[in-house]
Every structure is written in C-alpha cells, then in structure tokens.
C-alpha cells in the first residue's frame, strides 16, 4: 500500500481527492489483485490505480472549456459567470455578511431585497423577488394563487422542457387544475375568456422553449391577454425561461421577449432564469406587481426556495453590468455574442502555430439555452484532421483542463467564440500534447 501510494502518479491525485479518497481506491485495487486467479505484475497495479483514480477525477466538479460552440450550454453549466461577479462571491464570503441584517436599524432585514433594486430599476417592475431557480419561481407562483384552483393554458405552451419536467406535471405538483385551451397551432384570446369560471386562477403564458410551430398559426396577443385578466380580475403570468434583459437584435439575433416588453403588456408577473441569458448564476426571478409579491414573499413555501448570499452576491454583481451595453459586454456570454469574426481570427493565429495542419474554418455557433436554442452566429473553428476523431476527443475530456468539442466529417473541431480568451494558452497546449 505505501509503495503504491508513493508512486508520483498516484501521490498526484491526492491534491484534489483528497489522502483518504486515494488510499481506499488503492485499497480496492489491491484486494481485487488478491482474490485475482492469476499474479498481477507490479506495474499493472499501479496502472489499474491510476485508472481508477482517473476515473473519480472526472466524477468531481472541474472547470471544462467549452469548445462546442454553444454559448449558453445547459450540460456544461450555463452561463460563465463575469469576474466582477466571481469577486463579489469571494468578497461577501471571507467573512460574514449581512445577509439578513439591516446595518442603517440594527436589526433584523430581509435577503431578498439584495437584488430587488436593481430588477426594479432594469425592468421596471414595481417589486421582484429571488429564489433557487426559475421552475421554483414558477412553483411558487402557482402554490400562492392556484392551489386547488385552475390555471387556462393555450394548448401550444404545454411544452416539456430539460429533464423530463413538463408544464402539465408542474401545474398538478402544485396543486393546480390544468385548463387546455386553442388548438396545438392556434389560439384566440376569446379561447381564455370561454375558459374563465370561478375557479379560475390564472392566466399563464409559458415560453416554447426548444421548438416553434409554423405555418398556419395564431397566439393570444399578450397585451389583449392582460386586459382580460384586468376585466375579469384574473392574474397573467408569464414564464419568459431563458429571460433576456436586452434586446438581442443589437448582437444580430432574432429578438427574444424580455421581462420589460412583459411588463409593459400588463403581465401582473414574469419569471426568468438568471443563469441563461442573463449571464450569471442559478436563480429563478420574479418581477411584478408590488401587492403579487408580497403574497409570494408570505408564503413559507419560500423559505423551502430561498437563495444564498454567494447566488445574491454573483447575482447583484451581474445585474449591476446590465445598465449599459458597455459593461455588459464584460459578462462573458455577451462578449462570447459581441466578438467580431476579426477578433476570433486574431486569437485563432497562435493555435495554427502550435498545431501542424490545424485549419481554420468557418462555422456557426448557437446561442443555446432554451430559448433561442436554434439562433445562429457566425463563427471561426480550430479543425484537427485524426485518423480516430473519438479516441482523441476523449483523451481530451480526460485530459486537464478537460476539453469539450465536437466532430463534424472526421474533424475534430474547436469554436473559438465558446472558448473563454483567458483559455487559449491552456487549450493549445492541451491539444498539442494530445495530437502529439
């Protein structure tokens, strides 16, 4: 046991999984090597524990590179988070904070309104609201107005998202009796209004998320939407999921809904994620109406859905990026978006240098994330010819710092716009050592 645990390539798995994680792996292989029917040399033990402990590795939470070339990647952990976030979550956490404690009165304060102000202030709501993600958002929306009521849905909105979570299992999780209206292609207003009994709680409108209907279709207009819920007294929620905060024309995408252009078409509450296309960490937000969130504030479901002072920190920090196209442009998914095919094209010059027939090629990147999963950018490509494009693609998600691409026509290809700029030294050097 010792001897192998000496061994330099063993001992090095000890800094990130620890002594202990290490020796009972060790231990494991040396048990199976005794009960083994034939004598296993020396070397192949040490190999077998190397392998093993290879193996635990990849099992932890590591930082990967991203070089699929989708920028808001649901599997590799969403949106990177800005450094001046990054710095907030180090700050407010060497120590303690006053998370729930009002410095100006003495006494006891309230978490939430951290990161209030500042959606009040981008969105123009009346009151906002933070919890652990936006499917809680959206639970506690319908626990506080729903439970045992019925909430109208347009038929083309009952969609199934990441994960298996679909919105008809959501509504009856919570409580809520589900109410289909319209068709799968087209729905009126007047389909909400038919729908309308005293029972009715809500009015909701769910983003489509990862598909589009085509062809001959219709949607109730929101803004015709919110003036019957005025009429008949009926809240209209509306869940945006991916949830921009600008318009996302200026970076030459298709315009995504935001929580304003919500809000201004009488929506009494919007939900959106913080950790898409936001730009910062795991979190469900909700804005509206003042007196629509306190009832969500009292409900001690909430507590259940609280966020922490590292998510209010990273979130309070990104959201402060967010007041001009200038320092959101320092969120790493909108400089990923604002890169020009020049910039790409200067940072892909030390790659062919390092590299032996790497090429440089034209590709397109996705914006991903939900709600724009199809939006297209134009992009640049680092592309290595190998004989056995998945053997050196998995050596390179073994490797460190992982590396994950993708494989087009016997291609192993890298998109410099999802590749962080920080990265690049790290990146050449990974693919240099792997493709030999």
Do not use: W
């Amino acid at each position: 046991m010792h001897r192998v645990l000496a061994e330099p390539a063993v001992a090095a798995f000890e800094p990130q999984l620890g002594r202990e994680t290490v020796k009972a792996a060790v231990g494991e292989i040396l048990d199976a090597a005794r009960g083994a029917d034939r004598e296993r040399a020396y070397g192949e033990i040490v190999a077998s524990a190397v392998e093993a402990l290879e193996g635990l590795r990849l099992q932890a939470l590591v930082p990967v590179v991203n070089a699929t070339g989708i920028i808001v990647h649901t599997n590799l952990g969403r949106a990177p988070l800005a450094g001046e976030a990054l710095a907030a979550v180090a700050e407010v956490c060497r120590g303690y904070a006053n998370l729930e404690y009002d410095l100006a009165e003495g006494e006891r304060g309230s978490r939430y309104e951290r990161a209030a102000g500042a959606l009040r202030e981008l969105t123009g709501a009346q009151d906002a609201l933070v919890v652990n993600n936006c499917a809680a958002a959206v639970l506690l929306v319908l626990d506080t107005f729903a439970k045992g009521r019925e909430v109208v849905v347009a038929r083309s909105e009952l969609v199934e998202i990441g994960g298996g979570f679909r919105v008809p299992e959501v509504l009856e999780r919570s409580g809520a009796a589900l109410v289909e209206v319209g068709t799968t292609n087209r729905v009126y207003v007047s389909d909400f209004e038919r729908a309308l009994s005293p029972r009715t709680a809500l009015f909701l409108r769910t983003h489509p998320s990862n598909y589009r209907i085509e062809g001959f279709t219709h949607e109730a207009a929101p803004r015709e939407l919110a003036e019957l819920g005025k009429r008949s007294g009926v809240p209209v929620v509306e869940d945006l999921g991916s949830g921009a905060l600008c318009d996302l024309e200026a970076y030459g995408l298709p315009h995504e809904r935001t929580a304003c252009d919500a809000l201004a078409d009488g929506a009494t509450l919007v939900t959106f994620s913080g950790d898409k296309l936001l730009g910062g960490p795991q979190a469900g937000i909700v804005v509206g109406r003042a007196p629509a969130i306190a009832r969500l504030r009292g409900n001690p479901l909430l507590r259940a859905l609280r966020v922490d002072k590292m998510t209010l920190a990273a979130l309070s920090a990104t959201l402060e990026l967010h007041a001009a196209p200038a320092p959101r442009a320092r969120i790493p998914i909108y400089a990923m978006i604002g890169a020009t095919l020049e910039d790409l094209r200067a940072r892909a010059l030390p790659y062919l240098e390092a590299l032996p027939g790497a090429q440089i090629v034209d590709g397109i990147a996705y914006l991903g994330g939900g709600s724009l999963p199809q939006a297209q950018l134009p992009s640049l490509a680092i592309a290595l010819a190998s004989e056995a494009p998945d053997r050196t693609a998995r050596a390179l998600r073994r490797g460190t710092p992982p590396i994950v691409g993708r494989i087009e026509r016997g291609r192993l290809l890298f998109d410099l716009r999802t590749i962080l700029p920080q990265d690049d030294r790290a990146v050449v050097a990974a693919l240099a050592r792997v493709t030999g």
